[in-house]
């Protein structure tokens, strides 16, 4: 077995790994496609990964937060348009996502004055930027519940058959 890396400022592909208990060469055997070289290269950031790289990482690690970390930080679209999602409890997810509906809820009346005429007014700006950024808070509460869903599954907590058959489209 590798020695431990003792870098201080490990990126989350390095973190994902070592979380495994995996040496370079064990995760190219579990990645498959991936040799050992592109992934010291890819951890000590001397090469951005690819972003099937990136996917098959996040499925073999079982670490999804993976794909949002490429697209957020190092994808030039997602820099623009991706926000960084980050993990937390269930419980927070519900109560964050609870209180953006109260507030939404408070604010649907406000949002119809505003929008009934197609244009948005110079008095109407400074609360439609208001009702946009709490959109945007709940848009962020929703994707960090999906990812908590695949965390979920990828730890084995929630049968993903099961979720598959009852979520299918």
């Given at each position: 077995m590798g020695r431990a890396s003792t870098k201080k400022n490990k990126n989350p592909y390095q973190i994902a790994r070592?979380?495994?208990?995996?040496?370079?060469?064990?995760?190219?055997?579990?990645?498959?496609?991936?040799?050992?070289e592109r992934i010291e290269r890819i951890e000590n950031e001397k090469t951005v990964p690819h972003p099937?790289?990136?996917?098959?990482?996040?499925?073999?690690?079982?670490?999804?937060?993976l794909c949002n970390y490429y697209c957020s930080n190092e994808c030039p679209i997602g820099q623009e348009y991706v926000p960084e999602i980050?993990?937390?409890?269930?419980?927070?997810?519900?109560?964050?996502?609870?209180?953006?509906?109260?507030?939404?809820?408070?604010?649907?009346?406000?949002?119809?004055?505003?929008?009934?005429d197609g244009v948005i007014d110079d008095t109407e700006l400074e609360d439609f930027?208001?009702?946009?950024?709490?959109?945007?808070?709940?848009?962020?509460?929703?994707?960090?519940?999906?990812?908590?869903?695949?965390?979920?599954?990828?730890?084995g907590k929630i049968n993903m058959s099961k979720y598959n058959e009852i979520n299918k489209d």
């Open positions: 070592e979380e495994m208990g995996l040496t370079r060469e064990e995760a190219s055997d579990l990645l498959l496609s991936i040799p050992p099937q790289d990136v996917l098959i990482m996040s499925k073999g690690y079982k670490m999804p937060h980050k993990a937390k409890a269930l419980s927070q997810i519900v109560l964050e996502t609870l209180a953006s509906l109260n507030t939404m809820k408070k604010s649907q009346e406000r949002l119809i004055e505003i929008t009934a930027i208001f009702i946009q950024k709490e959109l945007e808070r709940l848009s962020v509460t929703i994707e960090t519940l999906q990812l908590w869903v695949e965390q979920t599954i990828a730890d």
